[in-house]
Structures are given as C-alpha cells and as structure tokens.
Nanobody, 124 residues
C-alpha cells in the first residue's frame, strides 16, 4: 500500500493556472503508475491524466489536452498535474491514485490507492 497526499489546490480565476502535487510514501514509488482523477458535485469521479511508472508514457482526457500536463519525479516520490487555461468546468475535487505495476489506465477501479483529494475552484 502507498499513502498519497495531494496539495496545491485552491481558488483561481478562469484562464489561470495551478500545479497540483501528490506526495507518495510507504512503497517504492517507481512500482506505481499514477493517475489524476476529479469529481465535481453530483457527478461521478472521472479520469483526468495518468503517467507510467518511469514517466515514459502518459494519457490525458480529451477535455484537458493542450491545457494540463502530468509529470513525475521518482526521486521525490511525487507526481504533478500542471493545469493552465483553467475553465469553470474544471472545478472539482482532484484525487491522485496509484496503480501497482502494469500500464496506465483510465478506469478508477484499476487503481489501488487514493489520496484524500484537493479542491480546485475556477471562478468565471
């Protein structure tokens, strides 16, 4: 099991930027593919981005392509989500998740461990 703690959320105006961080502890970080998901009020949790164990491949959902970037630093046991050109519809609680071994995935049920989430609010 790996423990995950997100940070970096907050209130930002539309068009602004935020960088989310997710610090991992408890197991060898490079064993895990990492994902970012988000959940808006009244909606299901949805996939945002994922990155492979060594950072060689990544996936982004269509709605954030060109605006968000996922990266990781295995020496710091941290995965990042750089968010730019934020829109009000990006408002949600953002969660990071860890998936041991295997390829990156977009489904929530493929991930083994989850953080507590960080709120991102984008005002219009």
């Amino acid at each position: 099991q790996v423990q995950l703690v997100e940070s970096g959320g907050g209130l930002v105006q539309a068009g602004g930027s935020l960088r989310l961080s997710c610090a991992a502890s408890g197991r060898t970080f490079s064993y895990y593919a990492m994902g970012w998901f988000r959940q808006a009020p009244g909606k299901e949790r949805e996939f945002v981005a994922a990155i492979s164990r060594l950072g060689g491949s990544s996936l982004l959902t269509d709605s954030v392509k060109g605006r968000f970037t996922i990266s990781r630093d295995n020496a710091k046991n941290t995965v990042y989500l750089q968010m730019s050109s934020l829109k009000p519809e990006d408002t949600a609680v953002y969660y990071c998740a860890a998936k041991k071994w295997g390829a990156v995935e977009t489904s929530t049920d493929r991930y083994d461990d989850w953080g507590q989430g960080t709120q991102v609010t984008v005002s219009s």
